[in-house]
């Protein structure tokens, strides 16, 4: 049998190619595979830059929430993919989140517990581990500053509730709303999360500052504490 040489993206038709189809036809033209090959620049010996990202995306069920949980070590170990190509994949996928997020943080006044999800869900969306966030308001509970406090496993994250009213005095904000995700998607507060909460409240008392709740979210859904009556 004559043997087979697989083509190369640059011996495809030019209208084919990712980049050149991206400029001739617009970034909605292309495929969730083709605009992940750009992004991971080349393939390999044995597939086109193309054919691995669809290889990538097999692996997670064609489904990019899952690409985005994983971490550079995950996708490491899939054939095909070293290091630069998973940070490149990472990066691409967190400036999406931050983009997200920017969108969100124009509704800058929080008037209820579903405001504050839609500011703090692109931060902790599609984790793979758990991320502690706080949102530092002023007195008309407009948002000052969002911050990242406390980063941690799969199972759990902690976090100094000394440190965030440090923020909160330096910031001088004096309403506070905590928020932490759970990548299980399970939203019920554990007996820690509701410790965890108690405490941070009365520290937060004894300097004039509110935490007006404390949110859970996880596939795209949340708990608040606020709403439960349990602050």
Known sequence: MEEYNKLSIKDW???????????YHGVKSLSSAELLAIIIGSGN?????????????????NDLNVLAKKSIHDLMKMKGIGEAKAISIISALEIGRRQTAFQSKQKEKISCSRDAFEILSPFVENLGHEEFWVLFMNRANKVIEIKNVSSGGITGTVFDIRLVLKDALQLEAVNLILCHNHP???LSPSTAD????????????????????HLIIGENN??????ENLI
Request: glycine share 2%.
């Open 194 to 213: 509701k410790d965890i909460t108690n405490r941070s409240i009365e520290a937060a008392k004894l300097m004039n500052i509110n935490i007006l709740d």
């Open 45 to 61: 010996r044995n597939q086109s830059a193309v054919e691995l990202s669809k290889s990538i995306l097999s692996h997670c069920n």
């Open 222 to 227: 949340y708990y608040s504490f606020a709403d």
């Open 13 to 23: 038709a030019l209208e084919d190619r990712p980049r050149e189809k991206l400029m």
């Open 184 to 186: 299980s998607g399970n």
